[in-house]
């Protein structure tokens, strides 16, 4: 089950081309409801206008109907049917929430496989951070961040972003099924960038010991950051998607002195898995 925070957002197709390829994959059911921007960001600059709130309530109204619109004619167009509530069987369907803001993705995600966000950060009309950042601390689930630019492929050729850390053995374990499936895994460690923990040939082991094929490399940064190396590192073996823990580090420090998780969120052209 995916669910599909929906927004009025210049990333918002390829957001749900990447959803979809995902769905396919595993006959998923996909959800969409429109993710609705709090009040205060329409009423803030403006609050002596004594009917500021009401005209913010309406606007908000119009754009959930709008991303409603956008998310079930993207479903007919690509001839997915609507929910007849079967198991293992692609379709979609849609929720209807008047408290659906950034809270509400970190609660309702609890019940789904996976979220999908549009890549935050560099686009004026990207994904919410602050839905991103609900889903992530707050469903217990995995996300996947998708790139401005939809793959024709998701989950062929994987690369685990293995910095040792609590984050990324979480986050490989949500991502076993992906993995499984996967013609190609490789398990990378980005020298300097790592915290206490086992090697990278140690979670290829792992990770053959449970049926995947698993190759371990380590790779020296040079003058790149362990963000920019692991999207480089992604790039050159033509990597469909990326499993990553998020957050190793606080999202303060990462806000201060930067980090791989908010490089990946603002740069990645390759689709991310990610759990904190």
């Known amino acids: 089950a995916i669910l599909v925070p929906t927004e009025k957002s210049d990333l918002m197709n390829a957001t749900l081309e990447t959803a979809l390829?995902?769905?396919?994959?595993?006959?998923?059911?996909?959800?969409?409801?429109?993710?609705?921007?709090?009040?205060?960001?329409?009423?803030?600059?403006?609050?002596?206008?004594?009917?500021?709130?009401?005209?913010?309530?309406?606007?908000d109204a119009e754009l959930a109907k709008e991303a409603r619109t956008t998310f079930e004619t993207f479903?007919?167009?690509?001839?997915?049917?609507?929910?007849?509530?079967?198991?293992?069987?692609?379709?979609?369907?849609?929720?209807?929430?008047?408290?659906a803001r950034d809270a509400f993705v970190g609660s309702y995600g609890r019940v789904f496989d996976l979220i999908v966000f549009g890549r935050p950060g560099s686009y004026p009309a990207g994904s919410s951070m602050a839905a991103v950042e609900a889903a992530l601390f707050e469903s217990g689930r995995p996300i996947l961040i998708a790139p401005p630019t939809p793959r024709q492929t998701i989950g062929e050729n994987i690369i685990i972003a293995w910095n040792r850390s609590t984050e990324t053995a979480r986050v490989t374990a949500f991502a076993m099924p992906l993995l499984h499936k996967a013609r190609k895994v490789t398990v990378l460690t980005v020298s300097g960038g790592m915290v206490p923990g086992p090697e990278a040939a140690d979670l290829a082991r792992y990770l053959q010991l449970?049926?995947?094929?698993?190759e371990a490399m380590t790779v020296d940064p040079g003058q790149r950051t362990t963000g920019e190396m692991m999207l480089h590192v992604a790039g050159e073996l033509g990597c469909d998607l990326m499993v990553k823990g998020a957050y190793t580090q606080?999202?303060?420090?990462?806000?201060?002195?930067?980090?791989?998780?908010?490089?990946?969120l603002a740069k990645t052209e390759i689709p991310v898995f990610m759990a904190h």
């Open 21 to 59: 390829l995902m769905a396919r994959r595993f006959d998923s059911y996909v959800e969409g409801f429109a993710l609705r921007a709090a009040i205060s960001d329409f009423v803030a600059a403006d609050l002596i206008v004594a009917d500021a709130w009401a005209v913010a309530e309406t606007r």
């Open 75 to 99: 479903m007919n167009a690509r001839g997915v049917p609507a929910s007849a509530q079967t198991p293992a069987a692609l379709s979609y369907g849609w929720t209807e929430s008047d408290a």
């Open 210 to 214: 449970n049926g995947i094929a698993a």
């Open 250 to 264: 606080s999202r303060l420090r990462q806000m201060i002195f930067g980090g791989a998780t908010s490089h990946i």
